[in-house]
C-alpha cells in the first residue's frame, strides 16, 4: 500500500514562498506520476502540478510553482514562489502507479492521497 505524507505547509505573506515536500512510502516511486492538488474551502480540489515524464502546471501557478521528484530518496517537492491570496489552500500530495505520457488533472485519477497541509497567504 503507498503512503503519501506531505509537510512543509505554513503561513506566508503575499510575494513569498514555501516548499512542500511529499515523502512516499510502498511501490516502486520512480514509476509514480506525482501529482500536487489544492483546496480552498467551499472549493472543487484543483489540480496544480504533476511529474510523469515531465512536469505539468495549471495555468493558474505556471511561472510560481515548480514540482521536482527525488526518486532516490522517494520524495517530491513544490516550490511555490511569487505567492497570492488564492493560493491559499489545504495542497495534497497524490500518486499514480505508473507514468503517462500526458499524465491527469483529475482527482479521481489519482488513487494514493496525503493527509495534506494547509498554506495560507496573507495579504
Known amino acids: 500500500q503507498v503512503q503519501l505524507v506531505e509537510s512543509g505547509g505554513g503561513l506566508v505573506q503575499t510575494g513569498g514562498s514555501l516548499r512542500l515536500s511529499c515523502a512516499a512510502s510502498?511501490?516502486?516511486?520512480?514509476?509514480?506520476?506525482m501529482g500536487w492538488f489544492r483546496q480552498a474551502p467551499g472549493k472543487e480540489r484543483e489540480f496544480v502540478a504533476a511529474?510523469?515524464?515531465?512536469?505539468y502546471y495549471a495555468d493558474s501557478v505556471k511561472g510560481r510553482f515548480t514540482i521536482s521528484r527525488d526518486n532516490a530518496k522517494n520524495m517530491v517537492s513544490l516550490q511555490m514562489n511569487s505567492l497570492k491570496p488564492e493560493d491559499t489552500a489545504g495542497y495534497y500530495c497524490?500518486?499514480?502507479?505508473?507514468?503517462?505520457?500526458?499524465?491527469?488533472?483529475?482527482?479521481?485519477?489519482?488513487?494514493?492521497w496525503g493527509q495534506g497541509t494547509q498554506v495560507t497567504v496573507s495579504s
Open positions: 511529474h510523469s515524464w515531465t512536469s
Open positions: 497524490a500518486a499514480q502507479g505508473m507514468k503517462f505520457t500526458s499524465p491527469s488533472r483529475g482527482s479521481s485519477d489519482y488513487p494514493y
Open positions: 510502498g511501490g516502486t516511486f520512480s514509476r509514480f506520476t
